[in-house]
């Protein structure tokens, strides 16, 4: 039975995408309607009890937490494809380091920025604009470390691509584009210079065209 | 040259210094001075360019992040004492799930009860009354989550003890004590049980003994 991830069209899920994409990974994805609230209907919350996207079915397995996907998947199919957790435990705890500083430091004024500039008026709440400005004024703190960083290393645990680069592309993707904050990547060098390279890499770009959210 | 903890006093170092002790891994701690902005200083951000801690020197080998720390250490040190990872696969999708949750869904609210209650006066900015309802609302939609799993389940990621729980240590700790709000895990039947069972190990006891904030 092939691999499934639940809710493809959203962002989050597409940390799990384009790591099975760039794996050479089998799976078949599967809808899930967050504005009728199917995330909050006991058969999603079966396979996942906090009602967020994605969720994975691999069989008999499930798993969920997207960046815990992305460990799974690498270290399941290690041996196929680029080795997204590097080669030594030396490579592996710099690509864990990046990936929590992704989900801890990175990830959360940019999802206020998201939630505040993409989806207020759609998901019903006021756009804070208070929350808007403390947020970009974190973000872009986290940036300059980020740049600082990639002058000295090619890519953020070092000379190899890795699951935590490829964690900041759905969430980054955003903030070039529907949040129309482009200028925080472009106006760092070398920040600029690696996301122009991570999001131009061919997985990357099928999870865009086949997972985009329909408009 | 032996493994550095940077500044065991804080909650989250303690997330490394159990892992360690849990290992049998020698190590040694060296103070940060948060108080006197220490961690602002340029020798610190050499090791840890967000000025948090922990930060970790192992001997040529810098990491930081201590869910970052707690795999590194789990993985290079596998063969000797419990295995925190599990021994699959999928044993590890789970860790990594619960290790995920509890930095994306159960810290961020708990951090807040912490900053308001325990260390605004300190840290000189109000504490915020109504951040701290919908902190503790929120920690309690996630500890239901978690009575319903450990109901089932009788550590996070199965029946083995592994780096999930033991993420939880250091801020629970407050949650119980200084921050007052044992009723929250006193009340949840499993998750008390749970908190009892994994407080009660030798190697977080050891953890609280020689590194609690010196009063």
């Keep these: 039975m092939v691999l499934k991830v639940y ?28 504005m009728k609230g199917e995330h909050k209907q006991p058969a999603y919350l079966a396979l996942q009890p906090f009602g967020t996207v994605p969720a994975v079915v691999d069989g008999d397995y499930k798993i969920f ?6 460990r799974y998947v690498a270290e399941k199919y ?7 957790l590097g080669i030594t435990v030396e490579d592996r705890g710099q690509v864990e ?26 998901m019903g709440f006021p756009s804070d604009e208070k929350l808007i400005k403390e947020s970009e004024e974190k973000l872009s703190a986290v940036l300059d470390v980020y740049e600082a960083h990639l002058a000295k290393s090619k890519y953020l645990a070092g000379d190899f691509v890795s699951l935590a680069d490829l964690a900041h592309l759905p969430f ?15 106006d760092r060098k070398h920040v600029s210079a690696w996301w122009d390279d991570i999001s ?15 408009a």
């Excluded at 493809?8 to 967050?34: C, M, N, Q, Y």
């Excluded at 992704?102 to 939630?115: G, I, K, Y």
């Excluded at 990357?204 to 959210?213: D, G, N, P, V």
């Design 97 to 122: 380091q990046w990936l929590d500083v992704e989900a801890t430091t990175f990830h959360p004024p940019l999802l206020n920025l998201t939630l505040h500039i993409m989806f207020a008026s759609v």
């Design 200 to 214: 131009s890499r061919p997985a990357w770009k099928e999870t865009l065209e086949k997972y985009s959210f329909p």
């Design 7 to 34: 809710g493809p069209h959203f962002a989050s899920p597409k940390r799990a995408l384009v790591t099975l994409i760039e794996k050479g990974v089998p799976f078949e994805t599967v809808p899930v309607d967050l």
């Design 172 to 186: 980054t993707d955003y903030l070039v584009g529907p949040i129309g904050k482009a200028y925080m990547i472009k």
């Design 78 to 84: 290690r041996s196929q494809g680029p080795d997204l």
């Design 65 to 70: 937490e997207s960046r815990a996907v992305m």
